[in-house]
C-alpha cells in the first residue's frame, strides 16, 4: 500500500560494522551474499511486497545542460568523495514498520567471513497520489 | 463475449460454491476454469441462464479437481451428503465473500487484493496495474491471501467496519491505470449496501458519492490541486451529490450515527454551498465535534481546527491546533494557512515551504510550494 526504495551504496554510507570492501572477501563469501539477495528478492515476491530491483555499475556521471547548442557538461570520473549508489529495490508494504523490518533483513545480508555486513541502507518512501481527504 | 455480464456473475458464482462447502482457493481456481470454457463456448452457444450455467460448470471443476485430490474419499462424502443445488439467494453468498476477503487474518493490502479480485471479478493483472506493481507479484498476493482464508469456515457474520475499512482503502489509491478504482470501490459499497441494511455501510456509500462527485473539480488539467475554495463549482457532479445527501439522510435518519455518516455529513454541508463564502462552517464544526467523539483520531481533531478557524476566527483555531503533536500529517500546513489568515505571513510563508517539505505525494508538495512563493512574492513586493 506504500511503496519505498531502498538504496545500497557504494560510497557515501556511514561505514558498516563488518566493513571489509567485497575484493577482500573469500569467493564462497561473495557468493553467499549474492544468494542472500536473491533469496530476500524471491521471498518478497511471495509475499507480494517485490515491485523491483536492480544492481547498478559503480560508474557514473553527473549530467547538465550547458546552453542551447552546446553539448551537455558532463564531470567526469567520479571524485573519491562523492555518493554512489549499488543498487536498489523498491517494495511494496503495509506499513513503514514493515519497510523498516525489511530493511533490516537486507542489510544483515552476510559478508566477510560469513557474518552480516551490517551495513547502512538508505530507506525512501515513494512520493505517491494525493489521497482524498475530508476537508 | 459480454466482460462485464462474466464480471457481474463471478462473485454470485463463487460465493454459491463456497457457501456449498467448496474451499475458497479451490472454488476460485474452479470458477477461473468455468470462466475460460465459458469465453471459449458461448460465443457459439450462448446459455440461456448464464449464471445457472457458470455455477454448473464450476461445480464440475470443483469436483473434478475435489476427486484428483488425495483427500478423495473423504470430499466425495461430503459431496455425496450435499444436498442437491436449488435456487439460492445470491445475496447471502455475496456478503459472505465480503466478510470473507475482509478476514482480519489478512493484511490490508491482501485484504483489497481479495476484494477486487473475488468480489469485484477484476483479473490479477488489473489489480497489478492498477497498483504499479508486478503481475507476478499480485499474483503472490492474491494467493497467498486465498490460502490465509482457505481454512475459514463461515458460521457466524464478520466484522461489518473491517469489511467498510477495506473499501474506503480501495477507494482511497486513487485513480491511476485503466481502472478507476475509486469508481470500483463506488460499485462495490452500492452492491454491499444492497445486500446489508447498516447505517454505516449507507455512510460510506454517501460519503463516496460526495467526494467522487468532486473529483473533476479536485485537479487543475496540469495535475496540480485545486483546493476546495477555489474549486469550479459548476463541474460538480449534482447528481452524484443528490443521491449522496438522499442515502445520508435516510441513514441518519435511523440514529445510529457512526464515523461515515459523520464524514458524509461534513462532505454534504461542503457539496450544499453554492459559493465556498456560503460554507456552513458552524455546522460543519459540530460534525466534527461529534467525529472527535466518535473515533478521538488526532487527524480528525486537526481538521477540526481547520473548521474551527473558519467558524469562529483563525485565532480560535490555532487553539484548537495548540494542542496537537506537530508531527501529525499536514499539521504545518494547517498551522500555515490558519496564520495566513491571521495576517501573519512571514510565519505563513515559512510553515508553507516546511510543510512542502514534508509533503507526502507529489500534487500537494507542489500547491504547498507555489502557496510559500505566493506569500513571498507579496512580502517582498
Redesign the interface.
Known amino acids: 500500500m506504500a511503496k519505498y526504495l531502498l538504496l545500497k551504496h557504494y560510497r557515501g554510507a556511514p561505514a558498516a560494522v563488518n566493513d571489509v570492501p567485497m575484493d577482500q572477501w573469500r569467493p564462497e563469501e561473495i557468493s553467499a551474499h549474492v544468494q542472500y539477495m536473491r533469496d530476500f528478492a524471491d521471498r518478497l515476491e511471495k509475499t507480494g511486497e517485490f515491485v523491483d530491483g536492480q544492481a547498478l555499475a559503480p560508474e557514473g556521471a553527473w549530467v547538465r545542460y550547458d546552453g542551447e547548442g552546446r553539448p551537455p557538461v558532463t564531470d567526469g570520473p567520479f571524485a573519491e568523495t562523492k555518493d554512489l549508489i549499488a543498487g536498489w529495490m523498491v517494495i511494496d508494504v503495509d506499513t513503514y514498520e514493515r519497510a523498516v523490518e525489511l530493511a533490516g533483513e537486507l542489510s544483515a545480508a552476510p559478508g566477510a567471513g560469513g557474518k552480516p555486513i551490517h551495513e547502512w541502507l538508505e530507506l525512501r518512501p515513494f512520493l505517491s497520489a494525493p489521497p482524498t481527504v475530508t476537508e | 463475449m459480454d466482460e462485464a455480464l462474466l464480471r457481474s456473475l463471478t462473485p454470485g458464482v463463487l460465493g454459491i460454491l463456497v457457501r456449498r462447502g467448496a474451499d475458497f482457493a479451490a472454488a476460485e481456481d474452479a470458477v477461473q476454469e468455468a470462466l475460460v470454457e465459458a469465453v471459449r463456448v458461448w460465443p457459439a452457444d450462448p446459455p440461456r441462464d448464464p449464471k445457472g450455467w457458470l455455477v454448473t460448470a464450476a461445480w464440475r471443476k470443483f469436483l473434478d479437481a475435489t476427486r484428483a485430490d488425495t483427500a478423495r474419499l473423504r470430499r466425495e462424502d461430503r459431496v455425496h451428503e450435499e444436498p442437491p443445488p436449488g435456487p439460492a439467494p445470491s445475496v447471502d453468498d455475496t456478503l459472505r465473500l465480503y466478510f470473507l476477503c475482509a478476514h482480519p487474518s489478512l ?4 485484504a ?2 481479495l476484494t477486487l479480485r473475488a468480489v469485484g471479478g477484476l483479473t490479477t493483472r488489473q489489480i497489478a496495474r492498477a ?4 503481475e ?3 499474483a ?3 494467493s ?1 491471501a486465498k490460502r490465509t482464508v482457505s481454512g475459514v469456515r463461515f458460521d457466524r457474520p464478520g466484522d461489518v467496519a473491517t469489511v467498510l475499512r477495506v473499501l474506503y ?1 480501495v ?6 491505470g485503466d481502472i478507476d478504482l ?1 469508481a470500483e470501490a463506488i460499485r462495490l459499497t452500492r452492491q454491499l449496501a444492497a445486500v446489508i441494511d447498516h447505517p454505516e455501510v449507507a455512510g460510506l456509500l454517501a460519503l463516496m458519492l460526495l ?1 467522487h462527485a468532486r473529483r473533476a473539480a479536485r485537479t487543475a488539467p496540469d495535475g496540480s ?1 485545486v483546493p ?1 475554495a477555489e474549486q469550479d463549482r459548476g463541474r460538480w457532479d449534482t447528481g452524484a451529490i443528490a443521491e449522496g445527501v438522499g442515502i445520508l439522510q435516510a441513514a441518519l435518519a435511523r440514529d445510529r450515527l457512526g464515523e461515515f455518516q459523520a ?1 458524509a455529513a ?2 454534504a454541508l ?1 457539496a450544499d454551498a453554492r459559493t465556498a463564502a456560503e460554507t456552513d462552517w458552524v455546522q460543519i464544526a459540530e460534525w466534527y465535534d461529534e467525529l472527535v467523539r466518535l473515533t478521538d483520531s488526532p487527524v480528525v481533531r486537526l ?1 477540526r481546527a ?1 473548521a474551527v478557524g473558519e467558524a469562529d476566527g483563525p485565532r480560535a483555531g490555532l487553539a484548537a491546533l495548540a494542542g496537537l503533536d506537530a508531527t501529525l500529517p499536514r499539521h504545518t500546513a494547517v498551522a500555515a494557512y490558519l496564520h495566513e489568515r491571521d495576517g501573519d505571513l512571514a510565519t505563513a510563508a515559512r510553515l508553507y515551504a516546511e510543510a512542502a517539505h514534508q ?7 507542489d500547491h504547498l510550494t507555489r502557496q510559500a512563493a505566493r506569500l513571498n512574492a507579496r512580502r517582498s513586493r
Not at chain 2, 107 to 110: H, L, N, W
Not at chain 2, 131 to 134: E, F, I, T
Not at chain 2, 359 to 365: G, K, T, V
Open positions: 493484511t490490508p493490502s491482501s483489497v487484493a497498483y504499479l506493481v508486478p507476478a507479484t499480485m503472490q498476493r492474491i497467498r482503502l477507494f482511497n489509491e486513487g485513480y491511476s475509486a467526494h490541486l476546495l464524514q461534513i462532505a461542503h481538521n481547520v509533503a507526502s505525494n507529489l500534487a500537494e508538495r
